[in-house]
């Protein structure tokens, strides 16, 4: 996961509940648009609209160099002329040439996740196109959607890369739970963390991921520390979300 900063580019839709409007915002189109046709205004309404998610591009996720290097449009653009790559590119925006599903599951799950986490962030969310090496990127108040690592599991250039275990991962119905997920994660991190024991470690996990079901309204994380979880709660109800999120006590839920 990359954490970096970002702009706060949200703003409350008027609504009188005060909800913010949430709408996946699309850089990957001006991104292929540049990286497939050469298109100079694209690249500058990359770097003039989105300045922090370019930098976050090229520094961090692809790390070819400085944003600010007068030849790194050239190093950019030759990145990914590689056929691999510009196939990579292609499938992408075919496969996501519409997203109205993933805004509405964000859109009700952030919704969600302010009724119980009154204080929650709302964050900016963006698409891109990385290449292979990161799914999610999370920085202040914003998220970073990869598209090019949700492609399906049965997506020919995955099995050179990835085994059975990681692909079934890479799916569009896991867009959103990851988001949530990491997201999360930026929010309340585990303090200590290398000092921590699996068991601990575990829990935390499992603590978020129970906080997401509850977001997506479904159980879609399985496992044996959100099920510790979901009992802690049950038993538990007086506890509110935050509290449980912060808590570094798990010797209730062994």
Not at 110 to 117: E, P
Request: charged share 25%; proline share 4%.
């Amino acid at each position: 996961m990359l954490c970096t900063g970002c702009e706060w580019k949200l703003k409350p839709n008027g609504d009188s509940d005060g909800s913010a409007h949430v709408e996946v915002q699309r850089y990957d189109r001006l991104e292929s648009r540049y990286l497939t046709t050469g298109d100079f205004s694209a690249l500058q309404q990359m770097n003039i609209e989105y300045p922090v998610e370019t930098r976050t591009l090229i520094e961090k996720v692809l790390q070819i160099g400085e944003v600010n290097d007068p030849e790194i449009s050239n190093k950019f653009l030759r990145f990914y002329q590689d056929s691999t790559l510009q196939m990579l590119i292609a499938d992408t925006e075919a496969e996501y040439a519409n997203m109205d599903d993933l805004n509405s599951q964000l859109q009700t799950s952030f919704d969600n996740l302010r009724s119980i986490l009154p204080d929650f962030p709302v964050p900016q969310v963006y698409a891109q196109i990385g290449a292979l090496d990161h799914s999610i990127i999370v920085g202040d108040r914003q998220i970073g959607i990869c598209l090019d690592k949700y492609m399906g599991e049965n997506y020919p250039l995955y099995s050179k890369y990835y085994d059975y275990s990681q692909r079934v991962t890479m799916t569009r119905r896991y867009i959103v739970p990851d988001c949530l997920t990491f997201y999360l994660l930026s929010l309340y991190p585990m303090e200590q963390y290398d000092s921590r024991s699996q068991f601990e470690k575990d829990m935390h996990m499992g603590k978020v991921m129970w906080v997401v079901n509850k977001a997506l309204g479904t159980n879609f994380f399985k496992t044996e520390y959100v099920a510790r979880v979901e009992k802690y709660m049950r038993q538990h109800q007086h506890i509110p979300v935050a509290q449980l999120l912060i808590s570094d006590d798990y010797s209730q839920m062994v």
